[in-house]
């Protein structure tokens, strides 16, 4: 269950990199 929450924190991350960074 986790890996699937931390897959959903990835993809979103990656959808919005400027602004993780």
Same mark, same amino acid.
């Given at each position: 269950?986790? *890996? &699937?929450?931390? =897959?959903t &924190?990835?993809? &979103? *991350?990656?959808?919005?990199? =400027?602004?993780? *960074?």
């Amino acid at each position: 269950m986790k *890996a &699937l929450i931390y =897959e959903t &924190l990835v993809s &979103l *991350a990656n959808q919005d990199p =400027e602004q993780h *960074a």
